[in-house]
T-cell receptor, first 115, second 113 residues
């Protein structure tokens, strides 16, 4: 089955700096890669996703890049703000037309944005 | 749509007792998932359903765990008998039909003493 590794496990940045979280996956058939944000005591929520026919996707201060050859994808947050502090999970799955079913999650990265 | 609704939000029970967690998914979903979250193991997929049919229960840790989805509006995860190592937050998540996005419930925090 799919295996997703995520690094780093914790990340501390100063407000305004950029943060990068990296994930690798094992199943070359995986074609859907979402990122979820989980604030303390809350539910995970989708913040951005990318499909394997795209190399990069951006949404305001958040961007995700995908390298299919190397089987890794990354989350980039620019101009970090205190409200970005949370645990971020990457995930991977396979499905037709992006309608992926079973997601395998990484172990999470705890991001702390300091003032 | 009120989103995915889970109950109870918190449960404290003693070892050996039966625990039943409940989930009401969003309307228009096609998949329903049960995840367990702990500090040590992160988010683990326990079981998932497609159109109310169990597809993969390989993540269910032991026979003490069982899950049902009698209809599109309701699912349960049962642990009997419960053990202290079952203490975790259990999330139910539903995938809106035709998309990849999972909508998670608020979770049920289980503590087994």
């Amino acid at each position: 089955g799919e295996n997703v590794e995520q690094h780093p496990s914790t990340l501390s940045v100063q407000e305004g700096d950029s943060a990068v979280i990296k994930c690798t996956y094992s199943d070359s058939a995986s074609n859907y890669f979402p990122w979820y944000k989980q604030e303390l005591g809350k539910r995970p929520q989708l913040i951005i996703d990318i499909r394997s026919n795209v190399g990069e996707k951006k949404d305001q201060r958040i961007a995700v890049t995908l390298n299919k050859t190397a089987k890794h994808f990354s989350l980039h947050i620019t101009e970090t703000q205190p409200e970005d502090s949370a645990v971020y999970f990457c995930a991977a799955s396979f499905g037709e037309a992006g309608t992926a079913s079973k997601l395998t999650f990484g172990t999470g990265t705890r991001l702390q944005v300091t003032l | 749509d009120a989103g995915v609704i889970q109950s109870p939000r918190h449960e404290v029970t003693e070892m050996g007792q039966e625990v039943t967690l409940r989930c009401k998914p969003i309307s228009g979903h096609d998949y329903l998932f049960w995840y367990r979250q702990t500090m040590m193991r992160g988010l683990e997929l326990l079981i998932y359903f497609n159109n109310n049919v169990p597809i993969d229960d390989s993540g269910m840790p032991e026979d003490r765990f069982s899950a049902k989805m009698p209809n599109a509006s309701f699912s349960t995860l049962k642990i009997q008998p419960s053990e202290p190592r079952d203490s975790a937050v259990y999330f139910c998540a539903a995938r809106r039909e035709g998309t990849g996005e999972l909508f998670f419930g608020e979770g049920s925090r289980l503590t087994v003493l």
